[in-house]
């Protein structure tokens, strides 16, 4: 399988690189630039990693959820990397899930107006998602990932080998963005992950890469066409964003609590499709397929706080939302996404009441 992905951002490259237990190999590689690197490293990871310690490595442990996303974690991290002279030579290196990588981003592109990153993913959602596009952040009480930049890491390493340690419900979380991805643009893709995702569950290597690799391929399309999100049509990024309008507005209810980022989006995807169908877009045909699919798999469907009124005030607030009526990404058919705009708070209201 091709393993290496290059691609070109606004003001740099990325390489992507998915190969199992490469990590070690890579990280004897960064050891030995003669640079000072600080690794922030999920302390969940710790035990599968082995770094050799010299004069240049500084590490920063960090226990990671959505809880380290806000201003808070991004100043200590920053002091900690400022209190060792850090310089506009050194490398930054992130280990861990997607919570980590959005602060360390953050970090990255801010500290001293920006310095070299590299970005190790290691849960299958930051694997097949997070890890690229350049989006970082965190969180404020007014929502989710209300502060950040566009910055992207130099190079990617995507390591499937961290994935055993991962809880299936984390693997589950992952697998959602991947079948969003398949979702909104490549139906074979669909139907491929109907026939695959028990060995995706069960971490066949193969299987596995090719569904990582797959699914970065779609996202990169997006952010390719569109990397600062300015379109709003149907090659817009923002149809990375079908189950998020319902999804995000959920871990908001939450307080980021309860449910997982993919459980959240799994629910909105759900919510979306059956939107897109009620508006007469999506046919009852593809939504069957669909919520069988998720139903086999054993995915999140429903949440009892979706007739929440909170809720729907919440999703009113979403950022791409203008002038009190709702843009939301609708799906026409399986692997046909658009942005379906100006529709009636109240008829979304009616539906979601109805579900
Ligand atoms: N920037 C983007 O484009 C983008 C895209 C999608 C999602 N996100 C963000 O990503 C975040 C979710 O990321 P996530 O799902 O990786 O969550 P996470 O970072 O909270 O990780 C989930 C849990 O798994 C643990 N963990 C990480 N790697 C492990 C491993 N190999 N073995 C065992 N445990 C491990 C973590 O410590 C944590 O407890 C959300 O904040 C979401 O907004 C960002
Ligand atoms: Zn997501």
Known sequence: MNNKIKFKNDFSNTSIIIKKNFTSKYLKLLSNQNRKVFYVIDINVKKLLNIQLNENTNLIYL????????????????????????????????????????????????????????????????????????????????????????????????????????????????????IKHALIRDIKFFKWLENNYIKIFNLNTPILEKAIFRSLKIKLWYVQKDSRENLINKNSRAMLNFGHSIGHSLETFYNYKKINHGEAVSIGIVTEAKISNKLGYLSKNDLIKILEHFKKAELKILDKNIYNKKLISIIQKDKKNLHGKLNLVLLKNIGRSFFARNIDIRLVNKIIQNI
């Open 63 to 178: 226990k990671c959820g959505e809880n380290i996303k806000n201003i808070n974690f991004y100043q200590k991290i920053c002091e900690k990397l400022l209190i060792k002279n850090i310089d506009r030579n050194c490398i930054l290196v992130c280990i861990g899930g997607g919570t980590l990588g959005d602060l360390c981003g953050f970090v990255a592109s801010t500290i001293l107006r920006g310095i070299d990153y590299k970005l190790i993913p290691t849960t299958l959602l930051s694997q097949v998602d997070s890890s690229i596009g350049g989006k970082n952040g965190v969180n404020s009480k007014y929502g989710k990932n209300l502060i950040g930049t566009f910055y992207n890491p130099s190079e990617v390493i995507i390591d499937v080998n961290f994935l055993k340690t991962l809880p299936k419900r984390e693997i589950k979380s992952g697998y959602v963005e991947i």
